[in-house]
């Protein structure tokens, strides 16, 4: 089974919680198999129990510490951002907005439509969707060529635990819809692969990539 990620042939089995897993030792990635995978149906009805309220003042603080982190120390006002896989309330397109931002969210059940990939962006967001993609590489990389030049591509999304006993307890792993799970040399990978720059890694989810200062590309998008 190839890597979703790198597309790497030597990954190799590993098991959890009763679920396959396939962990590749060139990117780092580890993907559920996908016999495990929701329905598309399944999917969306997962996503519509999420209560990601935007005026929860919790909520508020960690979605304002990944704009302060990740955004804001590489981004000029009004910077042109893409709320990716907003979901169904787009709580960070809001905080972003409020922040003097142009975001706007895309999400392929709640946010539909096809404008925002004829166009180029300062800063393209994936804030806890990177673990739901089921094709990553390819996903990430064209949001890449989506980029306008020196742009980034901003990721949280929870690390996975080294030690067995640790991933096999992990919560995070036990949502049906994460698909995937990012070491920190993942991101270093897709960086390689991409021609971006790794600007940022920080424990326990976060990583930030920017494009060159040479010209925009295009491409096509799926998850």
Same mark, same amino acid.
């Given at each position: ?7 790497? !042939? ?12 396939? !962990?590749? $030792? =060139? ?16 999917? %969306? ?10 005026? #929860?003042? +919790? ?8 704009? #302060? ?7 000029? $006002? ?8 907003? +979901? ?42 990177? #673990? ?9 990389? &064209?949001? &890449?060529? @989506?980029?306008?030049?020196? +742009?980034?591509?901003?990721? @949280? ?6 030690? $067995? &006993?640790?991933? %096999? ?5 036990? =949502? ?15 960086? @390689? =692969? ?8 920080? #424990? ?5 990539? @920017? ?13």
């Amino acid at each position: 089974m190839r890597c979703r990620l790198c597309s790497s !042939d030597s990954t190799l089995p590993r098991l959890a919680g009763g679920l396959e897993y396939r !962990d590749c $030792p =060139d990117c780092g990635y580890i993907g559920l198999a996908p016999r495990h995978w929701p329905s598309r149906a399944e999917e %969306e009805a997962r996503y519509r129990l999420h209560r990601n309220d935007p005026a #929860e003042p +919790g909520y508020r603080a960690y979605l304002g510490a990944f704009a #302060e982190l990740a955004l804001e120390p590489f981004l000029g $006002p009004g910077a042109r951002i893409l709320d990716f896989g907003s +979901g169904p309330v787009p709580a960070l397109s809001l905080l972003l907005a409020e922040r003097g931002f142009a975001a706007r969210p895309y999400d392929p059940f709640f946010a539909p439509g096809s404008s925002w990939r004829r166009r180029s962006w300062e800063a393209i967001v994936l804030h806890e969707v990177a #673990e739901h993609l089921r094709s990553p590489g390819r996903t990430l990389a &064209a949001l &890449a060529r @989506r980029l306008a030049p020196g +742009g980034i591509l901003a990721v @949280r999304t929870r690390f996975p635990p080294e030690d $067995p &006993a640790g991933f %096999e307890s992990w919560w995070y792993r036990r =949502d049906s819809t994460h698909l995937g799970f990012w070491r920190p040399e993942s991101f270093s990978r897709l960086a @390689r =692969d991409t021609g971006l720059e790794l600007a940022l890694v920080r #424990e326990p989810d976060l990583a930030v990539l @920017r494009a060159a200062t040479g010209s925009a590309g295009r491409g096509s998008i799926s998850s």
